[in-house]
């Protein structure tokens, strides 16, 4: 039992320490105020996304590949499918 337990907290500490280091979509104004301590390392894009939440997971793994810390999101569209585009960048 002690090991069962064991190993459900280390995959739950594992999954929660990888979210925490995924790329973090931040608005613009957000951004306005920390701008300084990043800079632009790309741009990525999803489209054929059935909803925010699918597109939004989809740029934060782009980003992630990318290397980036937070995306800022540029462009969006959504006839019949969510389209996005955003920059990624990094901590200095």
């Known amino acids: 039992m002690n090991k069962l337990l064991a ?3 280390t995959l739950l500490a594992s999954t929660w320490s990888l979210s925490a280091l995924s790329a ?3 608005t613009k ?3 306005k105020k920390v701008q300084s301590q990043y800079i632009e390392i790309g741009n990525i894009s999803t489209s054929g996304e059935s909803d925010a939440s699918a597109a939004k997971a ?3 793994k782009k980003a992630d590949k990318l290397g980036g ?3 800022i999101l540029s462009s ?3 006839n ?5 585009t955003a ?5 200095k």
């Open 76 to 78: 969006g569209n959504t």
């Open 87 to 91: 920059k990624v960048y990094k901590k």
């Open 58 to 60: 989809e740029l934060s």
């Open 24 to 26: 973090e979509m931040m």
């Open 80 to 84: 019949n499918k969510i389209h996005g």
């Open 69 to 71: 810390d937070i995306y």
């Open 29 to 31: 104004n957000e951004f």
């Open 7 to 9: 190993i459900a907290f």
